[in-house]
């Protein structure tokens, strides 16, 4: 009889499973070899494990026993954590985007024993209803079709993945997109798009998206007055109204994913690292331009949620917060968003009627609940309230309703914490606590930052090589493209929050490893998974900037700072090249690329340091640090030019500032590679 083989496995996801009747198997080769034995087709899986719908559907028909039994004889079923082999999952998801038109969690696909996808979807209910096909009709079709026409099948999945292949192969020599005129086009695509009203892009459901306020306050700095502030105004506006709704914790910092409609309000309850190390950033972006006080808190709020819930004690950050929780401790029934909704009768018990009203005012909570039938269609939240700032401004006695609401709320069961440690995730969280800290002057940030560091360095780590995750060990899979783009970003920022020379060093080494393990030199730019692996048959390259900022979006950045720290035309080179195989995403599909389109602002910028040439740790280096960090200057590179710095060995004008280092300090400000005379007051700097 076969059996559920998911118990010995670290992803919260495939242990959430390990009960299920139906006979899962982990990712692998003896999954596919038992299929070829059998001579049965593989039904694939694909979730996380803060995913309502997975949830859902694991519930309807996973745990349902007639279901896992049918399952169990037709097929070899296997469970994927998407969050721990996204290779696998964006191939496959690849594969169901082209032939449904739509993706999402969870996925499923059926395979060839060989592992070429036939036939594929997301979410399927128990029984056909709302115009979707029912689960176990589903897998009765497929059955008999193996059965009765199995070869016609595998002729199918062969074509589909050539089709993939062909799909992938990209443009051969393609030019680089030296033309600023695709920046103010993209910026047209994204001001035609902008909700006036409400802020983001779009309608509803709206994501945060932070690659695109990037992209936003970074072609401010070269478009004419107009475009220029509106650009900053479409960022600075989402910004507020996003913190002004439901999407954000106001009791507890953090953002969930995303709103379900165009205000903001009711969100999707889950709680993800790579949103808040996203928004972290671009909250204190939006303060170093604004100076306004609620930018800032907001970064630090937010910092401080995952410093306080998402963080391991030997320095990892944990991957994310589950959206659903159980109504009551002791009890078995469970809702999305149980954690943080309140009733207008809660909030008046616990807060005293004066208090309770100024509090019900300010956050639009009212007696039958604040959902409106648009947010909340299906009644999930009648008679909830989900807070919403409906006032401008904040007060003390605001600031003592929402401290005595956390510690209430602390007692109700919380929602699941999803406890591994991606590598790639983590160099996002390193990157924002780390310019965080610089800007806003908040120390434990940047050793927050360090702290992770050293974890992945000693946890995440095996033979100078990344691995992509760690939950109590470290798994054995290797890191992906995007773990070492997301470090090495990670790594650059802290360097420059603390101009210690290790880290710089460290992302020099990674970013040679990177190019040996996924570079492909025919087409350019950075394939997502390392060569070699038997069971992928065919190697993507991501280059959709979505939730997360793609893996060679974010390499060509790196490479640029790289290079232009180091003095390196080779890298130079190479940055240039990704962007030239990414030049028709970035001409016809601008939207779909924002990050991309900071990496190519960034490239046809000239080059600009700001150089502190003195002893680390003086008092005079931490105030130059402390006035460059304060400004908004995201084309410009912040180094340390010492005796014997690894970053003087092939720069000429860095070697003789060098030289120079007495205890006095000075700031070099070069641009082009021409220096302005040092300045070596701070107090008398004008920036």
Known sequence: MSQNLLAAEKSPYLLQHKDNPVAWRPWGEAAFAEARRAGKPVFLSIGYSTCHWCHVMAHESFENEPIAAF?????????????????????????????????????????????????????????????????????????????????????????????????????????????????????????SSFDEEDGGFGGAPKFPRPSVLNFLLRYAGRADLANSQHAIQMALFTLRKMAEGGMRDHLGGGFHRYSVDRHWHVPHFEKMLYDQAQLIVSYTEAWQISREEIFGRIARETADYVLREMTHADGGFFSAEDADSLLAHGRPEHAEGAFYVWTHAEILGAL???????????????????????????????????????????????????????????????????DKILTAWNGLMISALAKAGAALQEPTYIAAAAKAALFMESHLTREGRLLRSWRHTASDIPGFAEDYAFFIQGLIDLYEATLEESWIVRALGLQTLQDELFWDEEGGSYFSSAAGDPLIAVRLKDDYDGAEPSANSISALNLLRLARAMHDDHRETTARRILAAH?????????????????????????????????????????????????????????????????????????????RETADTALYLCENFTCQAPAVDPSTWEG
């Open 71 to 191: 399952m169990n004889e037709h097929f070899i079923n296997i469970k994927v954590d998407r969050e721990e082999r996204p290779d696998v999952d964006r191939l496959y998801m690849a594969f169901v985007q082209a032939t449904t038109g739509s993706g999402g969690w969870p996925m499923s696909v059926w395979l060839t024993p060989e592992g070429q996808p036939f036939f594929g979807g997301t979410y399927f209910p128990p029984e056909s209803r709302y115009g979707r096909a029912g689960f176990p009709d589903i897998l009765r079709q497929i059955a008999k079709l193996w059965a009765d026409d199995r070869s016609r099948i595998e002729a199918e999945g062969s074509r589909v993945v050539e089709a993939l292949r062909e799909m992938n192969s990209g443009e051969k020599s393609p030019a680089f997109p030296d033309d600023e005129i695709t920046l103010a086009r993209a910026y047209e695509r994204f001001a």
């Open 352 to 418: 005293g009627n004066e208090a309770g009203a100024e509090f019900c005012r300010h956050y639009g909570v009212l007696p039958d609940g604040n959902a409106s039938a648009e947010s909340d269609p299906q009644g999930e939240f009648r008679g909830k309230n989900i807070l919403i700032q409906r006032e401008p401004g904040d007060s003390d006695s605001l600031a003592a309703s929402r401290a005595a609401l956390f510690h209430l709320r602390a007692a109700r069961p919380r929602p699941h914490l999803d």
């Open 583 to 659: 030049r028709v995403q970035i001409a016809q599909a601008p939207t779909a690329v924002p990050q991309m389109l900071v990496a190519l602002d960034l490239a046809l910028t000239a080059p600009a340091q700001a150089v502190i040439v003195g002893r680390k740790g003086s008092t005079s280096v931490d105030t130059w640090m402390a006035r460059l960090h304060r400004d908004f200057a995201p084309r410009r590179s912040i180094l340390r030019a010492f005796p014997g710095s690894v970053l003087t060995e092939d720069n000429p004008a860095l070697s003789e500032m060098a030289s």
